[in-house]
């Protein structure tokens, strides 16, 4: 995400197809909160693969997780 931050800083922004492999990034000696952080810094909230708000202990609490992000400003709910 660091390299895209200008991009995913624009407004529309794009949508992401996320999969995240926690356990992965754990071995690694990362945080994968990181990530989550990095999307909310950038005003983007996650969902489920069905499109329903989903929060970061749900998305960190497995080993492999896949989540869309999207903008706040083009949510429908307006909500995480």
């Given at each position: 995400?660091?390299?895209?931050?200008?991009?995913?800083?624009?407004?529309?922004?794009?949508?992401?197809?996320?999969?995240?492999?926690?356990?992965?990034?754990?071995?690694?000696?990362?945080?994968?909160?990181?990530?989550?952080?990095?999307?909310?810094?950038?005003?983007?909230?996650?969902r489920d693969l069905?499109?329903?708000?989903?929060?970061?202990?749900?998305?960190?609490?497995?080993?492999?997780?896949r989540v869309i992000a999207q903008p706040?400003?083009?949510?429908?709910?307006?909500?995480?």
């Amino acid at each position: 995400l660091a390299g895209a931050r200008e991009t995913l800083s624009r407004r529309p922004g794009p949508w992401l197809a996320l999969e995240l492999h926690n356990a992965m990034i754990r071995a690694r000696g990362r945080d994968p909160a990181a990530t989550l952080e990095a999307l909310r810094t950038l005003g983007y909230e996650t969902r489920d693969l069905d499109g329903n708000p989903i929060d970061a202990a749900r998305v960190i609490g497995t080993d492999l997780t896949r989540v869309i992000a999207q903008p706040r400003d083009q949510s429908d709910t307006g909500t995480e």
